[in-house]
């Protein structure tokens, strides 16, 4: 049975308790789907959520797309590169991300993320290119 959304935020709560609040909703092998609440208080003024909760997202996305392309918690799978470019403010309730596979290999997964808030799907604050390498067998 493959890998499910479920299993995966099982496995991040049990290794890291006190984790950011990112929940897996859709993971297959070739995409992921995140979200996570944005927090008023560690919003910037306006309302705005910084980059570094942005960043945090799509890092965490790339890293669920691994685990739907090995089909396992890879918890040693590592960020080895990230681009990211931001288009406008967020804010909302609910920010998203969804990691869309590009490439798998080996060792290493590449994919693209786009991240919005709300159901504003259509209209992305960021994109991102990244991959993950994966530990040696």
Same mark, same amino acid.
């Given at each position: 049975?493959?890998?499910?959304?479920?299993?995966?935020?099982?496995?991040?709560?049990?290794?890291?308790?006190?984790?950011?609040?990112?929940?897996?909703?859709?993971?297959?092998?070739?995409?992921?789907?995140?979200?996570?609440?944005?927090?008023?208080?560690?919003?910037?003024?306006?309302?705005?959520?910084?980059?570094?909760?942005?960043?945090?997202?799509?890092?965490?996305?790339?890293?669920?797309?691994?685990?739907?392309?090995?089909? @396992?918690?890879?918890?040693?799978?590592?960020?080895?590169?990230?681009?990211?470019?931001?288009? @406008?403010?967020?804010?909302?309730?609910?920010?998203?991300?969804?990691?869309?596979?590009?490439?798998?290999?080996?060792?290493?997964?590449?994919?693209?993320?786009?991240?919005?808030?709300?159901?504003?799907?259509? @209209?992305?604050?960021?994109?991102?290119?990244?991959?993950?390498?994966?530990?040696?067998?």
């Amino acid at each position: 049975m493959p890998l499910d959304p479920h299993q995966v935020n099982e496995a991040i709560d049990d290794a890291f308790p006190s984790a950011i609040a990112v929940r897996c909703v859709t993971l297959a092998p070739d995409h992921a789907l995140v979200r996570c609440p944005i927090d008023p208080e560690g919003s910037r003024p306006g309302g705005f959520v910084p980059g570094p909760t942005q960043f945090a997202l799509v890092d965490t996305a790339l890293w669920y797309l691994t685990f739907g392309v090995v089909d @396992r918690v890879e918890l040693m799978a590592l960020t080895a590169d990230v681009d990211m470019t931001f288009l @406008r403010p967020a804010s909302g309730r609910m920010l998203w991300a969804r990691a869309d596979l590009l490439s798998a290999g080996s060792r290493k997964v590449v994919g693209t993320v786009r991240v919005w808030c709300d159901e504003a799907e259509d @209209r992305p604050c960021a994109v991102a290119k990244g991959s993950y390498a994966l530990p040696r067998s």
